[in-house]
């Protein structure tokens, strides 16, 4: 599945000019403590006045709606802003921000040993990881250093009218992948003793995904629920069976160009097909940081991001460095030198994101929806930047 995560650079609402930016970009920094961190004892102070600022702008071309929400530890109540017609409860579709659940549940059964991170995944899965690729670990899938090819064959506008609603199996997405990259005649994983690369990769994620299911005989979708979404009562956290379209009330219309696209197929599945709400995303970050969720050894790899280059074809990380950890967060230096950590995630009428700092002083989760005329990410930026905009570096 094709995301969108953005560098973060400031950028005044009013539209100034910015520094040119890849998208996905993003500035590595210190790796931060595994540990489960200290509360501060105040926080820095708020001011909503650029991000309310921005909202009252929309809806224009390129941005139909928006929802904003800011809290923090030393926050008093949670700020939240909204634009167009998405209400302050909003659903909407997360895309690629589900790779932080599933690699939260993969983690938890490391910690269990029903998988172990170092072996191969072909042990685990003989008839969908060929033998080319019978070195690979499940380590290296979640920090997307695999060498995996790219995925194919997915639902995309080259289907014709309506391809957001096509739909294709998480099998059928890995399998189609492998077959591509042999057509193209791409060569196996590099031998013992090659440098490591990151490459961002969804395919990763989905075979994380049928991994589970392997590991505990029970979908993947029942793991999520009774393992994550029960338990931290994320009553408007869902993972839509493969033929469930719709979405719940309260949401936006969502289009690109004239077509709605509200209504659409979940087939990203465990990579990014998830629904949920910013006040959902908050309360399951808000978790995974304070060490809810997973052991210490397994909390310390969600905050470690491999020390490898970032693969010549990557677009999510720059100056060659590695920004993803292995717990599917993203690591990001905002150019006050506040490091974040989180996701972004994109779907036809959606860019959402969910960051916060280490200590959890600042978090901001937001959902977007752009239209398709041009690109959105100058908005992201200007929420994210003015959203830690007080914040000192870590």
Known sequence: ??????ALRRLAVTGAALAAITAGACLPAVTASAAAPQRPAAA??????????????????VVAGALVRVAGDGQAMPWT??????????????GSVTKIFTSTVVLQLAA??????????????????????????????????????????IPGPADGPGWWRKSVSPQDVVRNAFAAAERKGVGQRPKPGKVRVQQYNGVNTFVLGLLVEKATGRTFKDELTRRIIRPLGLH??????????????PHARVYVGADEVTEQSPWAWAEGGMISTAADLDRFMTALFRGRLLRPAQQKL???????????TNTNCINKKSCFSAGGLMRVTLDNGTTVWGKTG??????????????????????????????????????????FENESAD
């Open 81 to 94: 802003g909204t634009a167009g017609e998405v209400t302050r409860d909003a659903h909407f579709r997360i």
């Open 302 to 312: 969600a905050f470690t991001v491999p020390d490898v280059d970032s693969a010549p």
């Open 112 to 153: 269990e040993h029903r998988i172990a991170l170092d072996a191969p995944v072909r042990h685990y899965l003989p008839d969908l990881i060929p033998a080319a690729y019978r070195t690979v670990t499940v380590r290296q899938l979640l920090d997307h250093t695999s060498g995996l090819p790219a995925p194919a064959g």
């Open 1 to 6: 599945m094709q995301h969108r995560p953005f």
């Open 236 to 249: 408007h956290t869902s993972l839509p069976s493969p033929d469930d379209m719709s979405l719940p009330a």
């Open 346 to 387: 994109s779907l036809p009428g959606w860019t959402n994101g969910v960051f916060a700092t280490r200590d959890l002083r600042r978090r901001a989760a937001y959902s977007l929806n752009p239209t398709g005329t041009a690109s959105e990410r100058p908005y992201v930026m200007a929420v994210l930047n003015s959203a």
């Open 44 to 61: 820095a102070s708020f001011d909503p006045a650029a991000i309310r600022d921005l909202l009252r702008r929309l809806p224009d071309p």
